[in-house]
């Protein structure tokens, strides 16, 4: 449970190599200082030559980051609920709940 923050209440900087799984969270009353970004932040600027993605290669691609099941109340000033700002990618983005 993420809740009464004045920023994200999650942010991935950067991503390194990936692979990060967001799971079953809760995420409200987030943002209430700001008005840039949404309770789950994430940018993408400086890439990683890692062996992430499949464990045996170096590459400066990273593995996917997943994003899944989890509640995510949009109230206070975020523009958005998840917001994969500057970059990001490789992101696998499902079976999340919205209320705004």
């Given at each position: 449970?993420?809740?009464?923050?004045?920023?994200?209440?999650?942010?991935?900087?950067?991503?390194?190599?990936?692979?990060s799984?967001?799971?079953?969270?809760?995420?409200?009353?987030?943002?209430?200082?700001?008005?840039?970004?949404?309770?789950?932040?994430?940018?993408?600027?400086?890439?990683?030559?890692?062996?992430?993605r499949?464990?045996?290669?170096?590459?400066?691609?990273?593995?996917?980051?997943?994003?899944?099941?989890?509640?995510?109340?949009?109230?206070?000033?975020?523009?958005?609920?998840?917001?994969?700002?500057?970059?990001?990618?490789?992101?696998?983005?499902?079976?999340?709940?919205?209320?705004?």
């Amino acid at each position: 449970i993420f809740y009464h923050g004045p920023r994200a209440a999650i942010n991935f900087n950067d991503g390194f190599g990936g692979g990060s799984v967001l799971d079953n969270n809760l995420l409200f009353n987030t943002v209430m200082e700001t008005g840039d970004h949404g309770p789950f932040n994430s940018w993408d600027r400086q890439p990683f030559i890692t062996k992430v993605r499949d464990g045996q290669t170096a590459s400066p691609e990273k593995a996917y980051d997943e994003i899944r099941n989890n509640m995510i109340v949009g109230n206070y000033y975020g523009q958005e609920g998840i917001d994969n700002d500057d970059g990001s990618q490789f992101y696998n983005t499902h079976h999340n709940f919205f209320v705004y």
